[in-house]
């Protein structure tokens, strides 16, 4: 049915193209906010600090969300999926590999505020790049799993994209999900959460808090919320209940979160803000002038 042209059920003809047409809005803002934001780091030397190298690797994971939204969205325009099985194994990994990425990035950037603001020490090199190894080196390590039989890549219900198989809801998924979930969403989440907490109650009141310590919990929240509720009514319940239709909508939501974090960590710092405007600028800087 996925590399076939008939339509998956539950979809009309302009249905899957709504859906494609969004998938592109979300891979091409997701890609350009965030290769604005690598490309900055790449040609200004002043964002190479360790605490910036941690925004880099979060631009990396959702730079890769964005490009696997990316093949989704052509596929649902072609209203099938042309790369066949293992083409959806492939989709299915790079698509959980980036996720948990960005997800555990975000829980070392808040880490890594908390270590800046609350400690008064910088952050070091090894200390950063331990982080970001272990962010992608976790990350892979889990989204190997589904590839070797604890959990399983199939198709999404528009048949044009592919995630974890929730369909089945059997013990095998059952198992991976939960030990999945508490070390890649509820322990992100509550490091997330607690940092910022900490460094509200020490640098609230003082107004020195510079970074926005509520949106960066929202995002993981409401980004990846849907996703988890999906899995776990797939637990506890036949997931086939729910309409088709309603299953792409985590999916969507999930694939708006690239764009929400180059807006947060990204534009909403003043100085890859400027990085980015100095890319962007026709006119070298002065020290490029000066040399």
């Not at 198992?175 to 020490?202: C, G």
Request: net charge positive; charged share 10%.
């Amino acid at each position: 049915m996925a590399e076939s042209s008939t339509l998956p059920t539950g979809f009309g003809e302009l249905e899957v193209l709504a859906v494609g047409m969004v998938l592109l809005v979300e891979a091409l803002s997701g890609l350009s906010l965030n290769s604005l934001t690598i490309f900055s780091f790449c040609k200004t030397p002043e964002l190479r600090t360790p605490c910036h190298l941690l925004v880099l690797s979060l631009a990396l994971a959702d730079s890769g969300i964005s490009l696997n939204a990316l093949v989704a969205a052509t596929s649902s325009l072609l209203r099938r999926w042309p790369y066949g099985s293992d083409g959806c194994q492939i989709h299915g990994f790079q698509g959980f590999v980036t996720a948990l990425a960005s997800i555990c990035g975000s829980a070392a950037i808040a880490w890594g505020r908390y270590h800046h603001y609350c400690t008064r020490s910088q952050l070091a090199w090894n200390s950063a790049i331990s982080l970001v190894l272990f962010v992608w080196l976790s990350s892979t390590f889990w989204a190997a799993f589904p590839l070797l039989g604890w959990g399983h890549y199939d198709y999404e219900p528009l048949g044009t994209c592919c995630t974890l198989d929730y369909s089945k809801g059997d013990r095998n998924f059952t198992s991976f999900l939960f030990t999945m979930s508490f070390f890649n969403f509820a322990m992100p989440l509550f490091i997330t959460i607690t940092s910022y907490r900490l460094m509200e109650q020490k640098l609230g009141k003082s107004g020195h808090l510079q970074v926005n310590t509520t949106l960066p919990a929202r995002t993981l929240l409401l980004g990846w919320g849907p996703y988890a509720i999906l899995y776990l009514y797939a637990v506890i319940a036949d997931v086939t209940s729910i309409s088709p239709k309603l299953q792409m909508v985590p999916a969507l939501i999930a694939k708006m979160v690239p764009t929400i974090n180059a807006i947060n960590y990204a534009l909403g710092n003043e100085m890859i803000c400027r990085g980015i405007w100095q890319c962007l600028s026709p006119q070298k800087s002065e020290k490029d002038r000066a040399k």
